[in-house]
């Protein structure tokens, strides 16, 4: 009896999976981004030290050991794979140590033949192996491994997408404080030079060269300048402030520098859309969401066929608890158990009807997230192309302002123009550096945007320049 019920379980655990087979769905088809550019750099892994700032690559370290958003989705893929681990596990024997000791007493008045030799009071030790367990002959288990494990790769997908998002975050952060130190370096010139504008208007009114509009409006001109000194120092401490979050350090001060000292980097290879289909996290995550949906369905149709379950123990079964070992108490058993699910009033096949559903959602929800990852790409090489042209002009006008205040100071000395005209070159040369900051915040934020976009840096994925 024994080999018969090994020769059926080996050909029930060779049997075939039920249920559709992944295949990957067919996505609309880009040959190339139009925004983009030729050639190009490759990205890093630490694609943030392009910038050239050593503050910035010892925050964004910081943010990566200590940030709680990553720490979360770290536990997330530990938790992934420990039902990896268990799923795993189900397809395997399961084996038992089983024992104990029975004492019974027989009653006298109940019919039993062999009361008077073995008496009233028995007692009974046991002690053996058990196990019990599914063979996989639909598929069913191996279906929800393969479920398990792309829940697991999509776990990972996700911290790698929350390293990238805490990554970028970090860097925009950074840049708008060292852009906000700028803006008010240049802000207080800015007010210095308004102050000095009231005070001149208003000896010029002291003696009649000048009315009251004339003052009205240096006070105007004043208060603007307060405001745009306030709003640089406040967004300076918002950025600081979130700087400090993501890095897990709430008491997090900055040294202020006049100029943001970053570096604006090169243009990086964008590479094909096709890539993307294995370079961005959540793109990689949605069909590994996709692969376990479809797993999903071949489990719920096993789950419709006969399941069929080996039992199995070894042991020894004695009177007396020192000779619970000897080879006249052995006993064994094994056996196959059959249950079929008959009649559940069409409860099966809503389970599959509903799996049938969840795939498509979860395919929907790939092709969307390949799409939009297309267009944050397009988008953000639109920005980068956009905003490096308004950081040359930027340039340009800061050459010419400064050129245009050395010109009123020689003026001035020599007489040839009064003060006001030469807090006015001193203004707009102030401004053009406000401008300047602006830019370049707007450049390396489009820079940022497009690392994002192009889901950073694998060495898994090879990306044609």
Not at 105 to 116: C, R
Not at 245 to 268: E, H, I, N
């Amino acid at each position: 009896m024994m080999p018969r019920l090994v020769l059926l379980s080996a050909c029930l655990l060779g049997g075939c999976a039920v249920g559709p087979d992944y295949v990957r769905p067919e996505l609309p088809k880009a040959d190339a981004f139009p925004e983009a550019g030729k050639g190009g750099a490759a990205l890093s892994a630490d694609w943030w030290k392009s910038f050239g700032d050593p503050q910035l690559d010892a925050l964004v370290a910081k943010a990566m050991a200590a940030n709680a958003d990553l720490r979360i989705a770290v536990a997330r893929v530990e938790q992934a794979a420990a039902v990896l681990g268990e799923t795993e596990g189900a397809a395997l024997p399961q084996v038992d140590a089983v024992g104990g000791v029975n004492a019974s007493k027989l009653s006298e008045g109940a019919y039993n033949q062999n009361l008077s030799t073995t008496g009233r009071h028995r007692t009974t030790s046991r002690g053996g192996l058990a196990t019990s367990f599914e063979l996989d002959f639909w598929g069913k288990l191996r279906r929800a491994e393969e479920g398990a494990r792309a829940q697991l790769l999509g776990a990972r997908e996700s911290r790698r997408l929350v390293e990238l998002s805490v990554g970028a975050a970090v860097v925009r952060a950074y840049a708008a404080v060292r852009a906000a130190d700028a803006q008010s370096a240049a802000a207080q010139e800015v007010l210095a030079a308004r102050d000095e504008e009231v005070v001149i208007v208003g000896k010029r009114a002291a003696v009649g060269a000048a009315g009251p509009v004339e003052v009205a409006q240096a006070e105007v001109a004043r208060a603007s300048a307060v405001a745009a000194l306030a709003d640089a120092r406040r967004t300076r401490a918002a950025a600081e402030h979130l700087l400090g979050l993501l890095t897990g350090q709430p008491s997090l001060t900055l040294a202020a520098r006049r100029k943001d000292g970053l570096r604006l980097p090169a243009p990086v290879a964008t590479g094909l859309p096709s890539d993307l289909l294995a370079r961005r996290p959540d793109v990689v995550a949605a069909e590994q969401a996709l692969v376990a949906a479809n797993a999903r369905i071949g489990y719920m149709k096993a789950s419709r066929y006969p399941s069929f379950t080996l039992t199995g123990a070894i042991g020894s079964e004695s009177r007396e608890l020192n000779a619970l070992f000897d080879g006249a108490t052995a006993t064994s058993s094994l056996g196959v158990d059959l249950r079929y699910p008959l009649l559940d009033f069409g409860r099966g096949a809503a389970r599959v009807e509903g799996a049938v559903a969840e795939q498509h959602q979860a395919a929907a929800a790939y092709e969307k997230a390949f799409l939009n990852a297309c267009r944050e790409v397009r988008d953000a090489l639109v920005d980068v192309r956009e905003t490096a042209a308004a950081a040359a002009a930027a340039d340009r006008r800061a050459k010419a302002s400064d050129e245009a205040f050395r010109i009123a100071e020689e003026r001035s000395r020599q007489g040839q123009i009064g003060p006001m005209e030469l807090l006015a070159a001193c203004r707009l040369r102030a401004e053009s550096q406000v401008a300047v900051a602006r830019v370049r915040l707007d450049r390396l934020a489009a820079q940022v945007d497009l690392v994002k976009a192009l889901g950073g840096a694998r060495p898994d994925v090879a990306v044609a320049k």
